[in-house]
Structure formats: C-alpha cells, structure tokens
C-alpha cells in the first residue's frame, strides 16, 4: 500500500460501523419523503480534507431538483398535517429530533470529522451537542409564538365597536443555504426555528459538507415529520444555490456564507422581493485593555483564532496588544501556537485539523504570503503542513498595521493579526475600522471599561473575557457587511414568522 491509502485506510478504521456503513454507498437528495438521485443523473464527491481522498458520491441537484423540492415544500406548507398541526405536536417532532441526534451523535461526529476535517471529539462536544440544544431550545416556541390585541381607536368612525389583534405567521416556504464550516450546527440553526415557526424548508447544504445535513435528513424522516416539510438538496452554489434564491414559491432565504455571495443573494432575492437574512463574514478584533489578565488572555486570543482552524465567521482574527504587553503577549501566543498538535480531526488528539478544501488551502497560504510581501513578521506557523491533505500551521503575523490585506479582508484560516496600541480612544478607531461588524472581544477586568467601550463596538455580539461563546439563547448576527437579521434566541423567530393585522367590526 502506498502512503496516501495507507492514510486512507488508518482513517477509515477511526469510524465506527454506523459511519462507515453511511459512507459505503452514494447518498442521494430528500425531497417529499423519498430519497431520490438528480433528475440529471449528475453525481459529484465529497473529499475528506485529511487525505484529500473520495468519501462518497452524491447527487448533485440543480434546478430541476430545487423546482420539485420547491413544489414539495408548497404542497406541504398549503395542503398537508403539517399545515394543520397543533403547536404543541411541533413540539414533539422538534423534541424528537433532538434525542435522534442525541442517540446518533457519535455516528454524527465522525461523519463531521470525516467530510469536514475537524476534531472528532469536538464536534461532538460543540458541532453536535449545539444541534441537539438547538432543536430542544426551539422545541419550546411554536406554544408560545403569540401575536397581541390591539386597543383600538379607529377616530373616523368614534362610534363603532372594534376588535383589533395580531396572529403570527409562518412566512411559508423557506430556502436555506448554508456553510461548510459547522455543517451540522448550520442546519440545526436554520432548521430548527423554521420549523418551530411552521414554514417547510428547501435547505442546500455546502457542496464540500453535505454528509451531516443527508444524515439528519434521514433522522427527520424517522421523527415522523409529514413528506415534504423538510426537503435537502445537495449541490453547487450558481447551480442550485442561485435556483433556490430566484424561485418564484420561495417565500425566504436564508443565508450563511460569505460576504460577497451574501450580495449576490440579496440582489436577486429582491426580483421576487423575497425575505432575506444573511449572516456573512467577519474581521472580528480582540482587544487586550491594559489592565486584564494575560494569563486568560493570551490563550483565550489564541483560541479565538485557532479554533476550528480559524474557519469560523467571529474569529478573533484581528488582535490588538498595548505597546507595554506587545512582547509578552507575542511570545505567548507563539508558545502556544506552537503546542498545538497538527494532524487529522479523526484522531482528537490533534488540534489543528485540515482547512476544509484545497481551494481554502490555497486561499489562506496565499493571504499568508501576501502578509510577507506586505511587511507582517511570522512570528509562528506560516507554512503548509505535509502534502497530502490541507493542513496549515497556526499563524501568527505580528507588525500589521490597517492598510494591509491581511488586516482588511477575511482570511478564514488559523492566521492571526496583531497591531500594537497605545491609546484607549485609538484602538476603539482601529477595532470598528472593518467593513465587518459580527464579534469583538475586550478582555479586561475593569468594569467601567465594559461599560464604556462595548457601547462604541460595531459588532452584533461583544464578548468580555471569553471569544466564540454562542449559546441558542443569545442572538447571533451582525452589523454591516457582515449581515442582517438575527439567528437564535427569540429573535430568530421574527425572521421566520411575519404578522397579520386583524380588524373585527363588532
Ligand atoms: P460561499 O459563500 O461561496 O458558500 C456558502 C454557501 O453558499 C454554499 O452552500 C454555496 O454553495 C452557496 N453559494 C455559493 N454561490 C452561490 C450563489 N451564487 N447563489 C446561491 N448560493 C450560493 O463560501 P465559500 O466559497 O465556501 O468560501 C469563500 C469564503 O467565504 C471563505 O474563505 C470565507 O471567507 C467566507 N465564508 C464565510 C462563512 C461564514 O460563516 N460567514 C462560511 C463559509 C465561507
Ligand atoms: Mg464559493
């Protein structure tokens, strides 16, 4: 055996039976109940990011698979028990999902580090035990979504009784596009409330990930969901991505990816003036005030990076340092760059797991090597790691100042930006001076500078002491080009039910 399937075969035995047994055939798209292959007959394959080698087949739909989906999700959402069941038997279902996760994680796990490189043992306790908080936390809404009664005035006809209230309702037919990043937190995220609202679904996962979403799409089926509500439709962004956002039944998308797709859909959303909500990519800073704790703040900036390789939209890729710290905060995080195992997800001891694809290898070796020419000092990492699969060290660029592209843009890979300070007012300039607004941190233990500086933070969650924290609790999403429209908490119910007025006459 040659060393790449010597890898292959290694990784292969890491998978329990349950896994391995999912993998073994193509798997094929969900519409209406059935698993069905594309009308084109059309196949691609899904990679894993550790070797670089062929997963499985999948089938990849395009139009002609969104068109009956579509169709699916209508006929459902117009004319099907789910359009007559009670809240609290939406409740089951949602409860019933949750505990098929639960009874499948390890199952799930393995298929998340197998399709997208992460740490097994991480995406059980983050990837999917978030999934199954998720379904439980929105299990518990669609008895309490309420609308109001209105005290009514009405001043042109003084001498009328009326009755005036609001009902919320379903938006309807929801599309869900999403990232390869979290590919099963994605759908639970998306999924979860949309159905605790009452819409049906038409979900594309990422073409990279698609594993996960087909596997819950069988455990939905297992729950008992009527035909339909829940539709899954593997393949491309221009192809079905793009079908999905300009179909004429679609009555919202949602989205998860970059930025620049994030424009593209809201534009060509707008031609059926669909509802839109976007969740889009970030620069987030992480700023050490003076006086905090560099014993938690130098990890915890390190972490805020590194996890998930970087690949997360509120990584803490933009790190500000007082000049008097400058030093001790480098060579910190250079140790602890340095302390991070490189290797595959499927053995958790491995820390720093492949990107997710060869394009995002190469996208980030190229950022890296354009930080060099800019001037920025690797001060860790900075290189490739092996050659067969898409690892890359844990980066640190230290010297960046705001003019640099490493500094502007989003790089999406475990590569860090430090910029030195010396002014309060300063740094609060530097951190909002990004085109993104999704996270920041401020790691302190003065109180009044909570107080005073998260106030003057662009960002749609400031973290204090802490960098990545998102609980189903606590909405999640961002100001400008990093998006619209809030995901979790109660909140995310306003993205998927829209109110009716109601004017009763006595
Ligand atoms: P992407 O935005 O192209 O892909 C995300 C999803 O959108 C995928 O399901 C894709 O198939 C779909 N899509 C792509 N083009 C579409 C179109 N025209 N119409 C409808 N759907 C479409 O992201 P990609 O190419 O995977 O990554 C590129 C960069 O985007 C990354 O380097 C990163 O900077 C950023 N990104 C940000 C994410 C976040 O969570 N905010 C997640 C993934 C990527
Ligand atoms: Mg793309």
Not at 347 to 369: A, F, G, K
């Amino acid at each position: 055996m040659d060393a790449a399937s010597d890898n292959k075969s290694a990784l292969k035995s890491a998978l329990g039976d349950k896994a391995r047994q999912f993998i073994s055939r193509p798997r094929q798209m969900l519409i209406n109940g059935q698993w069905v292959e594309a009308l084109s007959g059309k196949t691609f394959q899904t990679l894993d990011p550790a070797t670089g080698s062929v997963i499985t087949e999948i089938s990849e739909g395009d139009a002609a698979d969104i068109d009956r989906a579509v169709k699916a999700a209508r006929a459902a959402y117009e004319d099907s028990p789910w359009a007559t069941m009670t809240p609290s038997a939406r409740e089951r279902l949602l409860h019933r999902v949750a505990d098929l996760i639960e009874e499948n994680a390890d199952e799930l796990a393995e298929l998340e580090a197998l399709d997208n490189g992460k740490n097994k043992a991480i995406a059980r306790a983050v990837d999917i035990q978030v999934a199954i908080e998720t379904f439980r936390y929105m299990a518990g809404w669609p008895s309490k979504i309420t609308g109001d009664v209105l005290p009514l005035s009405v001043p042109f006809a003084p001498d009328q009784k009326f009755f005036g209230y609001t009902l919320r309702e379903p938006v309807g037919v929801v599309g869900q596009i999403i990232p390869w990043n979290f590919p099963l937190l994605m759908c639970a995220w998306k999924m979860a409330p949309a159905l605790a609202s009452g819409c049906t679904i038409v979900l594309k996962p990422a073409e990279e990930t698609p594993l996960t979403a087909l596997r819950l799409g069988e455990l939905i089926c297992e729950a008992g969901f009527p035909d339909g509500v829940v539709n899954i439709v593997p393949g491309f962004g221009h192809t079905a991505g793009a079908a999905l956002t300009a179909h004429e039944e679609v009555d919202k998308i949602a989205f998860t990816g970059s930025t620049e797709v994030g424009k593209i859909i809201a534009k060509a959303a707008a031609d059926t003036m669909k509802n839109v909500s976007l969740e889009l990519g970030g620069k987030s800073p992480a700023i050490i005030m003076p006086d905090a704790d560099l014993d938690v703040a130098i990890p915890g900036a390190a972490s805020a990076i590194f996890f998930n390789q970087g690949q997360v939209c509120c990584a803490g890729s933009r790190l500000f340092v007082p000049d008097q710290h400058y030093d001790r905060v480098l060579e910190g995080l250079a140790d602890n760059a340095s302390t991070l195992r490189i290797g595959p997800g499927l053995d958790p001891e491995n820390m720093i797991n492949p990107l997710v694809s060869e394009t995002q290898l190469n996208r980030v070796m190229n950022y890296i090597d354009i930080g060099r020419r800019e001037g920025a000092s690797v001060i860790a990492g900075g290189r490739r790691r092996g050659e067969t699969g898409y690892f890359v060290e844990p980066t640190i660029l230290a010297d960046t100042h705001r003019d640099m592209t490493v500094v502007r843009e989003e790089i999406f890979g475990p590569v860090l930006c430090v910029q030195r300070y010396n002014d309060v007012n300063e740094v609060i300039r530097m951190a909002n001076d990004t085109i993104y607004g999704l996270g920041a941190s401020l790691w302190t233990r003065d109180v009044g500078n909570i107080i005073n500086i998260v106030p003057k933070i662009k960002a749609g969650t400031v973290w204090v002491n802490c960098h990545n924290i998102l609980d189903v609790a606590m909405p999640f999403g961002g100001f400008k080009q990093s998006g619209y429209g809030r995901e979790l908490g109660k909140e995310v119910l306003e993205l998927y039910t829209h109110t009716k007025s109601v004017c009763i006459m006595a």
